[in-house]
């Protein structure tokens, strides 16, 4: 006989799901969000749990983590052959500004 999950009886193969097979109800992360919301706000949580919670967030909200979409490089969205005369400078300023601040310890 395999192992059981705590808390789940013989035969209970839902493990994070709702009975009907799907995702845990959306009311139920409403609830998730709101509780981490209140995390952040809570000025006697540590350093800690504020970023944890914050982290949290930014996962179910999609920023980050496997599910998050992906950024657009700007570099394949526009291919150089395809950018104007005054699109290339623009570009060329922007670059050399940024390499700029980096030399002088800024961030761009």
């Known amino acids: 006989m395999g192992r059981r999950m705590k808390g789940t009886q013989q035969g209970d193969t839902t493990r994070g799901h709702n009975s009907q097979g799907g995702a845990v109800s959306r009311g139920y992360a409403e609830s998730v969000a709101d509780a981490l919301r209140n995390i952040l706000a809570d000025p006697t949580a540590t350093g800690a749990a504020r970023a944890a919670a914050a982290r949290t967030l930014a996962e179910i ?6 599910h998050s979409t992906p950024p657009v490089d700007k570099a394949q969205a ?3 052959s395809l950018l104007s005369r005054a699109e290339l400078e623009r570009e060329l300023a922007r670059l050399r500004a940024a390499c700029a601040g980096d ?3 800024d961030s761009a």
């Open 103 to 105: 030399t002088r310890g």
């Open 78 to 80: 526009a291919r150089v």
């Open 61 to 66: 909200n999609g920023l980050i983590g496997r």
